[in-house]
């Protein structure tokens, strides 16, 4: 039984409890708002200005920093919803725009949750950034026995489509296709063995790319990948397999307009070479693309259990990898995969052995800034001033 985060699962199943008993009451969504709405958030500006935020020190050079979370956070959390909204210029949904929450049969759609994240984000001068179009997980129940080579096609098309007109012109940046590279010695061009290759070959990726930009032709679109850090055998491949991908997009005028580096980190991995991340960076640059930071969290799931250490360890972990990347001016957007150490997918995904809570986020579980949150800030502060393109 992994050890889950005692304050996260509460939440969640406080959450869930109230939305059965909400559902039953047929009360929709208004105790979540009332709830909601109990607890103005501050106006962005009434923080101490030495602080700032986040999002501010950001700003300040042509940045933008935002997190991932879930709606079931905001809503049932009015105090992380304040912390949410004051850090970050951006939201990402970490659940919500996947097939298995968005897609409840092969016909409908269920905007329940997406529409919330909207409203929240634009009642408080968030942007949204969505996450994911295509991905091999996090796939319907109904998918695998649906999906064909003779219908694949219509149905890619179908769900982008209609995902991306709905949110037109209110979208920051979609990734479109999520984890495409895997390498392995079957595919010299190391594409995930997914259904939509299988079913419609690499073309899939070039089909759900124009797809999404005739949906909205103001749309940011985004490759997004993992494992891109370090300087071990699947990370130097994985570089390599990406940026031939890239390559090949631009070239038949594909309209990719980012890479997303997701950098989800280790703490104890000591294989990070800063020159040889700026020269891949620098390499997607040079082919007229941008570079986001799109997942950034630091896992301390094998460190010593000392607090003070872990938090010095994760910070300076942030600090050399954000001072690299930032480096490069392509680099123009920094996502934390979660704000707070109440909310971390680590938490059930990479638990400690020792069964203490772990802290890979800028905030820690009561939401206060951490040796993280500052190291993110002062990266932000020795980073060059971005023009926009
Ligand atoms: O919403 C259901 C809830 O109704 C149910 O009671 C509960 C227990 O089964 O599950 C809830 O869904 C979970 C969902 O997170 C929302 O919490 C899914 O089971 C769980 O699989 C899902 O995990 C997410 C995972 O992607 C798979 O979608 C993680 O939160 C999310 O952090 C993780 O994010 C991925 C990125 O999308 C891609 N890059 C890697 C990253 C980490 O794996």
């Known amino acids: 039984m992994v050890s889950i985060n005692r304050r996260a699962f509460l939440a969640t199943s406080a959450t869930i409890a109230a939305e059965i008993v909400l559902r039953l009451s047929g009360g929709g969504s208004q105790i979540n708002d009332q709830l909601y709405a109990a607890t103005p958030l501050p106006v962005r500006n009434s923080l ?71 409203e929240f984000a634009e009642q408080h001068g968030l942007q949204v950034r969505g996450h994911p179009l295509v991905w091999h997980q996090a796939l319907p129940r109904w998918f695998d026995s649906t999906v064909t080579p003779q219908n694949a096609e219509r149905i890619l098309v179908h769900h982008i489509t209609t995902i991306v007109r709905r949110y037109a012109g209110r979208v920051h940046s979609w990734d479109v296709v999520n984890e495409a590279i895997l390498p392995s010695r079957r595919s010299p061009d190391g594409l995930i063995n997914s259904a939509w290759l299988k079913f419609l070959g690499p073309d899939y990726i070039d089909l759900a790319f124009r797809v999404a930009a005739e949906a909205d032709p ?128 680590l938490q059930y995904h990479r638990p400690r052995s020792d069964g203490l809570d772990v802290r890979p986020l800028p905030l820690d579980s009561d939401l206060q800034r951490k040796p993280a949150w500052t190291a993110i800030a002062s990266a932000f502060d020795r980073a060059s001033h971005r023009e926009s393109r």
């Not at 912390?83 to 269920?110: G, N, Y």
């Not at 890479?259 to 620098?282: N, S, T, V, Y």
């Not at 082919?287 to 994760?314: A, C, H, N, W």
């Open 48 to 118: 101490p200005t030495d602080e700032m935020t986040l999002a501010a020190r950001a700003a300040r050079k042509g940045l933008q920093y935002g997190a991932a979370t879930n709606h079931r956070f905001l809503r049932t959390d009015p105090a992380f919803a304040h912390a949410f909204a004051r850090e970050c210029s951006i939201l990402v949904p970490e659940f919500e725009f996947k097939w298995s929450r968005i897609r409840p049969s092969a016909e409908t759609f269920d905007f329940s949750a997406s529409d919330w994240l909207f």
């Open 218 to 345: 103001n749309a940011v679109l985004v490759l997004n990948d993992y494992g891109l850090d370090y300087e071990t055998r699947h990370g130097k491949s994985k570089r390599r397999l990406v940026l031939s991908l890239l390559e090949r997009l631009v070239a038949a005028g594909t309209p990719v307009h980012a890479l997303g580096i997701q950098a989800h980190l280790r703490a104890w991995e000591d294989r990070f070479k800063p020159a040889e991340m700026q020269k891949f960076l620098q390499s997607v640059a040079d082919l007229g693309l941008d570079v986001f930071v799109t997942e950034l969290d630091v896992s301390d799931q094998k460190l010593p259990g000392q607090i003070e250490y872990r938090d010095e360890k994760v910070a300076r972990v942030y600090r050399d990898y954000l001072d690299t990347v930032l480096s490069v001016p392509a680099v123009k957007l920094v996502i934390t995969w979660g704000l707070s150490d109440r909310y971390t997918w």
